[in-house]
């Protein structure tokens, strides 16, 4: 099992590498960032039942209101520092130039199918500290050191909450909640560059 789930994370991990290097708001990006969420949940579903876990909304919600709070400060200091705004805005190109419906829904179901299988399946069989070294592990294929910081953040919270609420469902909620905000908001603090294609350096 652990050789099948390593082999899904390598996959998920390209697809979501060439689908942020795809030109912003092109099918192509739709389509890879939609095949990333089917991998990821197609992998947590051929391992088995994933715990939901006991927990209610509100705190969740709230987490992730925070988190985006603490990442909005962050972004105000990294316009000052051209390797991380370069790379915010590599990534923001694509809420700034694709449908804004079609984005943000696409963020949310991938940010959903990432805890699935991350904060699920990878969890039982890795252990916290496995899963989520393995989560920052499948962003380094963005060759985007603003992702690659952001999930070794984020990937501690969800994996404590996690381990908290015994499933899924917590990290879930602060998941998409998080995502929504972030798309809502700081595609205002970096705005496009006209030569800005991809996320690569």
């Not at 060439?18 to 739709?30: I, T």
């Not at 105000?76 to 790379?87: K, N, S, T």
């Not at 603090?189 to 991809?198: A, E, H, I, R, Y």
């Amino acid at each position: 099992m652990k050789t099948f789930l390593k082999a899904v994370t390598a996959a998920g991990s390209g697809l979501l590498g060439a689908s942020l290097a795809s030109k912003p708001g092109s099918r192509r990006f739709h389509v890879l960032t939609a095949s990333v969420a089917a991998t990821w949940f197609a992998g947590a579903r051929a391992a088995g039942p994933v715990p939901r876990g006991r927990t209610d909304v509100v705190q969740p919600v709230l987490a992730g209101a925070g988190a985006f709070g603490v990442f909005y400060g962050c972004a105000l200091v990294a316009r000052r520092i051209p390797l991380l705004r370069r790379a915010i805005t590599g990534v923001l190109g694509h809420a700034h130039h694709g449908s804004t419906p079609t984005v943000v829904t696409t963020a949310l179901v991938t940010g959903a199918a990432e805890e699935v299988f991350f904060r699920g399946t990878l969890y039982d069989t890795f252990g916290p500290r496995g899963s989520t070294a393995l989560y920052v592990l499948s962003t380094t294929a963005t060759r985007n050191p603003a992702l690659v910081l952001a999930s070794a953040t984020m990937g501690t919270l969800f994996t404590l909450q996690r381990r908290w609420g015994g499933g899924v469902q917590a990290p879930l909620l602060t998941h998409v909640t998080w995502s929504a905000l972030m798309i809502g908001f700081l595609p205002r603090l970096f705005p496009p560059q006209s030569n800005s294609g991809g996320v690569g350096p």
